[in-house]
Structure formats: C-alpha cells, structure tokens
C-alpha cells in the first residue's frame, strides 16, 4: 500500500503540472503571424485505439489492457475528440493496473531452460521401496516428486526404468502430472540395460507433482513383474532463451549504476511522454526507486515502479500540450515534439517513432517542406492504415458493422465471410485515395471496387475465381460504382430488416455535405412496422411525411435516400422492395433538380461545393480532434481552394492540413485553469 500512496503522489506531481499549463477552449483569439483567428483546444486523453498502438510501438507488449477499459464517448462522428475523454474513477483504476502489469512483463529476468533431476530412491510411492539406487515397485503403484516449475511453456519429462519381467506380457508404465497422464509406455528392458521413457507436456508454472506409475503387476509364483525406477527429471520450459526482449529496449546498461539508471529512466520516460524529461521529473521517479530500496527491496523493484510511474503519468496517458502562461491568449507554436506526437496520432493513432523523434530534434518539422517529406514518409509506413481503420472507419461507418446483425430470415445469405468482405472492400477502397491513387472528387463515383468470388456473387458481378479481394473495373456494370453502392455502408444505414431511406439520407446529409437535418419535433412517432405491407416503403413513407409535423424533416433527407432503393438491406441490388412492389428511385436534389437512381443522385451530391468543404472538415474534426470553430473557418476555405486547385490528391489535403496554422499552433485561454 505505501508504494501505492508513492506512485499516486509521483503522477499527481504531473497531473498538476499539466493542468496548470494547459489552455481550454475559448471562442477568441488571433493568430499574430497571419492576422486570422485562432481557436484553443483542450488536452488530450489517448482513446483506447491509441492507448493500444502506443502500448505496441512502446514496449511491443502481447497485453492488450485497454480490451478491459470503458468504451470511449463518441462525439462529432469520432471518439478522439479531446472535450469528451474524460477520466473516470474506474478508468484511473484500470490505468494503474495496467502500468503494473505491464512493468513487470516489460521488466521481468526470464529463467533459461533447467532440468531439475530427483533420485527415485530418495523419494516416496504409494507402494514398494527403495532398493540400491532405485525405487521398486512391486505392485501397481507410483512413485513421484514435487516440482516447481519456471513458467508456462512446454516441458520433457524422463524417467530411467527397467522391468522384471514376468507373465505374457511385457512391464507397462505411465507418466503423470498432477494425475493427468502425459504418456504410456512399455518396459521390454530388465536390469542389464535400463531405458529411458521420455514424455512431453504443455504445462503452467508453478508447483506440480510428477509421477512414474506401474500399471500391469502380475505374480504367479516364482515369477513375479515388477516396475523400478532408477530416477526422475523434467526439462523446460523449451525455447526459453532467458532475453526478454521487452526489457533489452528499456535496461541497457546495469541498473545498479546510478548514472546508468538516470540514463535508463530518461530514455524510456523520454520515449513513453514523447518528449525530454526534465530533472525535476526524474527525481521522482528515482524516488520511487530509492522508496523500494530503503524498504529492502531490490534495484530491480524499484526500477519496476519507476516504469509503473512513467505509464501511469498523465504525460504517457494524455498529449499535453503546455503554454508558459496558459491564460494568454498570444497564439505560439507548437514546440517540436507536440507537434510530431500531433502527426503520430493524427496519421498513426500512436507514439511518434524514432525518426519523428530525430526531426524534433533537430526542428525539422518548423519548416513547411520538413512537414511535407514528413507526411510522405508516415503515409507510406504500414501504420497509416489506422488512418483508414479509426478515420474512415468511422466517418464511413465501417466500425459499426461489426455490430450490426441483419434479420436471417429477409437476409439468408449474409453471414461472416460475406461481412468481412465487405469490411475489407472499403478498407481498400479508402487506400487508393489516401495513397493518391485516385483524386478525392471521385470518391462517389469512382469505377472501380475490390470484391472476392464471395462478394462478386453478392453484387452480380463477374467471380474473379479467388478468395481473396481483388481491384476490378466497374464499367459495364451501371449498378455499381463509387462509396454510396458499397454494401457495407448500405447494411449499416439499414435496419435488420429493412432499407431506410431516412438513415441513408441523413447519413448523406451529415457525413458528405455537413448539413444535417433538424431534430425531430417532440411527440412525432416513427413509421409503424407492417406485418403485411400495403404499399411500398417509399409510398409509405410519403404518407407519413403528408404530417406537415414530419415534412419539415423527411423532404429534406428521404429524396436522397429513396435514391438507393434499389439496393437491399444488405446491399445486394433489386427491382422490388420486400413487399414485392416495384422500386421508384425517382427524387429531387434540393433545388438543383431531379434525379433517377443513384448515380445521376451521387452525381448531383458530388458536384455540391458543400461536399469539397465537409470531406476537408471531417478530416479537420479527426485530425485536432475537436470541432470546427468559427475561427477556423477562413483557414479551411484556404485549404479547400488549395486542395481544389492541386487536384483533389488526399496526401496533398493532409499535407494542406498539418502545415495550417490550426495544427500547427495554439494558445491559452483569458479563464484561469485552477488545480
């Protein structure tokens, strides 16, 4: 309990630190440089996606502790948007837990292989005794011994034997652990040339009792069979090296050297808070140290909490961004290493690596072209994939079909190969555009898709004849193309047993042209389930909008919907509805004029200059991971012309947005920030 009081001490010294150095939101400011408004941002928590990446590329851990935590809060279509990662009582518990589990896996000195050999005629049976140097069984019995093993892992069990043979058969023998047979053998051997019985087991660490049985006494004098057992031995756990390489990253000189230890201390706090660490940090967490060792533990038990502090600092678990006076509302630059760690979980969704270390450093990432390379070199990384999992799998909704269970009954063919190719069909979709393979203002429209034979048989298309997702061209094949015929997003805006057109509009609405319709008036019901349908769903739907209570909302967002009817509740492609009445995809774009069917709808969608804005705002939302402020509003005008002008490339919006001043700086707020 008194290393507990320590370590909640040590962090609260960097809870404090951080909290009375942050700015908060504040709806003034302006930028010194370029005479434009600057809006503050809060500090940001690691959602668990970030938690678990950062936990990977820090220590390349097997623990995945945040499977354990609270789901985070989803706001503005993200769950990394700072002013709703708040901590809880429970999550500050979790937290701690976590640092200590993973400080000992991180710390721990794994045992080489051993094998620890025991004299049978120094042990004990259930029958027989000792004889020379062996141990006789005479009649069906065992011997055995208490062992303590290492670990977990696989281990050899040996014991040497002969038999005095008698009868028709030959002397039959087993080897156990904790009662649990791990091998049988026959004993042809006798007294002249004992043999050794080998048996292999997965077993867990810990005290175990290993036996050698006798199995087939016989007696009929003068013959009589008996079992001896001249010793035992048990090997492992196999494969163990005694590296644990986990440690190797972190302990690189001997802990027991002070200077080596503040060097040790320095690199991993460096490396966990993404950024130096000043003196006055690491006397605490030498204090830690010097606590366990005033207590009689070990250097390696004090070193063990030191880690625990570092990963259960505010500083591994937030991304502070600190002002020398948090009230001034000057804006200033990010310094190097906040900014790298705003790219890191922008584009990665975890810690900055070394060479985004190294460009701090040296403040590469102060100039526009150090930003630019930077990016190129980050979005060719594998890790830029969580771009697509946590960006676009969320502005795409792509996350939410894991949940979502379509109706067996309407929708018999679906099942989990057919979502996971769904799943995968926009993962790959997606990269084309952010690798620049294909410009931005094709994204609805684009002629191309991956499917697989399973998929391809789903969409009506031509099987490609593998398993695995490939590219195929879309021309010829008018009922497919682009995001909006994706069966992914059409079976997530869908209820289990139905299209909706309302969900499928809205989603339009709210994702690609940022114009959401108003809430519902209160007291105004949904559309009530028919057991048999008297019309189709459109036909029913326009007469729930004949309600002047309901028109305000639905003329707004069900044309747009009604232009996907033709594709079901799991995106497969039809001409009727479930009530077997005929599709009409006929509706009206605003005041931009009529479309029929999806295309000529993506059509209008995608030349709405409402569309260009709301892909540069989502991205903005994602990337700051707050809201679009009024402040920032001449700063994404200036990148959607850029983007505009450069073509439409997503590398070149990215790059757009992380040499902005919105990402690139901050500032205080005129409320003071009280601990």
Same mark, same amino acid.
């Given at each position: 309990?008194?290393?507990?009081?320590?370590?909640?001490?040590?962090?609260?010294?960097?809870?404090?630190?951080?909290?009375?150095?942050?700015? %908060?939101?504040?709806?003034?400011?302006?930028?010194?440089? @370029?005479?434009?408004?600057?809006?503050?941002?809060?500090?940001?928590? /690691?959602?668990?996606?970030?938690?678990?990446? !950062? =936990?990977?590329?820090?220590?390349?851990?097997?623990?995945?502790?945040?499977?354990?935590?609270?789901?985070?809060?989803?706001?503005?279509?993200?769950?990394?948007?700072?002013?709703?990662?708040?901590?809880?009582?429970?999550?500050?518990?979790?937290?701690?837990?976590?640092?200590?589990?993973?400080?000992?896996?991180?710390?721990?000195?794994?045992?080489?292989?051993?094998?620890?050999?025991?004299?049978?005629?120094?042990?004990?049976?259930?029958?027989?005794?000792?004889?020379?140097?062996?141990?006789?069984?005479?009649? &069906?019995?065992?011997?055995? @011994?208490?062992?303590?093993?290492?670990?977990?892992?696989?281990?050899?069990?040996?014991?040497?034997?002969?038999?005095?043979?008698?009868?028709?058969?030959?002397?039959?023998?087993?080897?156990?652990?904790?009662?649990?047979?791990?091998?049988?053998?026959?004993?042809?051997?006798?007294?002249?040339?004992?043999?050794?019985?080998?048996? &292999?087991?997965?077993? %867990?660490?810990?005290?175990?009792?290993?036996?050698?049985?006798?199995?087939?006494?016989?007696?009929?004098?003068?013959?009589?069979?008996?079992?001896?057992?001249?010793?035992?031995?048990?090997?492992?756990?196999?494969?163990?090296?005694?590296?644990?390489?986990?440690?190797? *990253?972190?302990?690189?000189?001997?802990?027991?050297?002070?200077?080596?230890?503040?060097?040790?201390?320095?690199?991993?706090?460096?490396?966990?808070?993404?950024?130096?660490?000043?003196?006055?940090?690491?006397?605490?967490?030498?204090?830690?140290?010097?606590?366990?060792?005033?207590?009689?533990?070990?250097?390696?038990?004090?070193?063990?909490?030191?880690?625990?502090?570092?990963?259960?600092?505010?500083?591994?678990?937030?991304?502070?961004?600190?002002?020398?006076?948090?009230?001034?509302?000057?804006?200033?630059?990010?310094?190097?290493?906040?900014?790298?760690?705003?790219?890191?979980?922008?584009?990665?969704?975890?810690?900055?690596?070394?060479?985004?270390?190294?460009?701090?450093?040296?403040?590469?990432?102060?100039?526009?072209?150090?930003?630019?390379?930077?990016?190129?070199?980050?979005?060719?990384?594998?890790?830029?994939?969580?771009?697509?999992? &946590?960006?676009?799998?969320?502005?795409?909704?792509?996350?939410?079909?894991?949940?979502?269970?379509?109706?067996?009954?309407?929708?018999? %063919?679906?099942?989990? !190969?057919?979502?996971?190719?769904?799943?995968?069909?926009?993962?790959?979709?997606?990269?084309?555009?952010?690798?620049?393979?294909?410009?931005?203002? *094709?994204?609805?429209?684009?002629?191309?898709?991956?499917?697989?034979?399973?998929?391809?048989?789903?969409? $009506?298309?031509?099987?490609?004849?593998?398993?695995?997702?490939?590219?195929?061209?879309?021309?010829? @094949?008018?009922?497919?193309?682009?995001?909006?015929?994706?069966?992914? /997003?059409?079976?997530?805006?869908?209820?289990?047993?139905?299209?909706?057109?309302?969900?499928?509009?809205?989603?339009?609405?709210?994702?690609?042209?940022?114009?959401?319709?108003?809430?519902?008036?209160?007291?105004?019901?949904?559309?009530?389930?028919?057991? %048999?349908?008297? $019309?189709?769903?459109?036909?029913?739907?326009?007469?729930?909008?004949?309600?002047?209570?309901?028109?305000?909302?639905?003329?707004?967002?069900?044309? =747009?919907?009604?232009?996907?009817?033709?594709?079901?509740?799991? $995106?497969?492609?039809?001409?009727?509805?479930?009530?077997?009445?005929?599709?009409?995809?006929?509706?009206?774009?605003?005041?931009?004029? @009529?479309?029929?069917?999806?295309?000529?709808?993506?059509?209008?969608?995608?030349?709405?200059?409402?569309?260009?804005?709301?892909?540069?705002? *989502?991205?903005? !939302?994602?990337?700051?991971?707050?809201?679009?402020?009024?402040?920032?509003?001449?700063?994404?005008?200036?990148?959607?012309?850029? /983007?505009?002008?450069?073509?439409?490339?997503?590398?070149?919006?990215?790059?757009?947005?992380?040499?902005?001043?919105?990402?690139?700086?901050?500032?205080?707020?005129?409320?003071?920030?009280?601990?």
């Amino acid at each position: 309990m008194e290393y507990r009081r320590l370590l909640a001490l040590t962090a609260l010294g960097g809870w404090l630190g951080c909290i009375g150095n942050i700015g %908060t939101p504040s709806p003034e400011g302006e930028h010194a440089g @370029s005479g434009l408004p600057l809006a503050a941002a809060p500090m940001h928590r /690691l959602n668990r996606s970030e938690y678990r990446n !950062t =936990l990977r590329d820090l220590l390349g851990t097997g623990l995945d502790p945040a499977a354990d935590f609270p789901a985070d809060d989803i706001s503005l279509g993200f769950d990394n948007i700072a002013s709703i990662l708040t901590v809880s009582p429970l999550q500050v518990e979790l937290y701690e837990q976590a640092a200590r589990e993973l400080a000992v896996e991180a710390l721990t000195i794994p045992a080489n292989a051993a094998t620890q050999h025991f004299e049978a005629e120094a042990l004990t049976g259930t029958v027989g005794s000792a004889t020379g140097s062996a141990w006789n069984l005479f009649s &069906n019995g065992e011997v055995s @011994s208490q062992v303590t093993l290492d670990g977990d892992g696989d281990y050899v069990i040996r014991a040497r034997v002969w038999g005095q043979q008698a009868g028709p058969d030959v002397v039959k023998a087993a080897i156990s652990v904790d009662a649990q047979v791990v091998g049988n053998f026959d004993v042809a051997s006798d007294q002249n040339a004992p043999e050794v019985i080998t048996a &292999n087991a997965t077993l %867990t660490g810990g005290t175990k009792t290993v036996s050698v049985a006798f199995l087939n006494d016989y007696y009929q004098a003068p013959a009589d069979r008996n079992l001896y057992v001249d010793w035992i031995e048990v090997e492992g756990p196999l494969g163990v090296t005694g590296q644990n390489p986990i440690r190797e *990253k972190i302990v690189f000189c001997d802990p027991v050297d002070p200077t080596c230890r503040h060097d040790i201390l320095s690199g991993f706090a460096a490396q966990a808070w993404r950024r130096p660490v000043t003196e006055e940090e690491l006397g605490r967490l030498e204090a830690l140290v010097q606590k366990a060792i005033g207590q009689g533990d070990t250097i390696e038990k004090g070193l063990e909490l030191a880690v625990t502090g570092i990963l259960l600092a505010p500083q591994f678990i937030y991304r502070p961004e600190l002002d020398d006076d948090p009230t001034s509302e000057f804006p200033h630059d990010l310094d190097d290493y906040e900014l790298a760690s705003r790219l890191s979980y922008f584009l990665w969704s975890s810690m900055p690596d070394q060479e985004l270390f190294d460009a701090a450093s040296l403040g590469e990432l102060q100039d526009a072209a150090g930003l630019r390379a930077t990016v190129d070199r980050m979005l060719a990384d594998p890790k830029a994939g969580a771009l697509v999992d &946590n960006f676009a799998g969320q502005w795409l909704l792509v996350r939410a079909l894991e949940d979502h269970v379509p109706d067996y009954a309407t929708y018999p %063919t679906y099942d989990d !190969t057919l979502r996971d190719s769904l799943r995968e069909e926009m993962r790959l979709y997606f990269t084309e555009f952010l690798q620049g393979n294909v410009p931005l203002n *094709k994204i609805l429209t684009a002629e191309f898709t991956y499917v697989n034979d399973r998929l391809a048989e789903h969409y $009506g298309l031509p099987l490609p004849g593998t398993g695995e997702l490939q590219r195929v061209d879309l021309q010829g @094949s008018p009922e497919r193309f682009g995001l909006l015929t994706m069966g992914s /997003l059409l079976t997530v805006t869908s209820y289990p047993n139905r299209t909706s057109p309302v969900k499928r509009g809205v989603w339009i609405l709210e994702k690609l042209l940022c114009d959401g319709p108003p809430p519902p008036p209160p007291g105004v019901e949904g559309l009530k389930p028919e057991e %048999t349908p008297t $019309g189709s769903l459109r036909e029913r739907l326009e007469a729930h909008r004949s309600d002047p209570k309901c028109a305000v909302c639905h003329q707004i967002m069900d044309p =747009l919907g009604f232009g996907l009817e033709h594709y079901d509740g799991i $995106g497969a492609y039809r001409t009727e509805d479930v009530g077997g009445f005929p599709i009409d995809s006929k509706g009206e774009y605003f005041d931009k004029g @009529s479309f029929d069917g999806a295309q000529q709808m993506a059509d209008f969608v995608q030349q709405d200059p409402r569309f260009a804005t709301c892909l540069v705002e *989502k991205l903005f !939302t994602y990337a700051l991971g707050r809201d679009v402020e009024s402040e920032d509003i001449p700063h994404l005008q200036f990148i959607s012309e850029q /983007l505009s002008a450069s073509g439409y490339m997503m590398p070149e919006l990215i790059k757009l947005l992380v040499t902005s001043e919105p990402f690139r700086m901050r500032r205080g707020t005129k409320e003071e920030v009280t601990p």
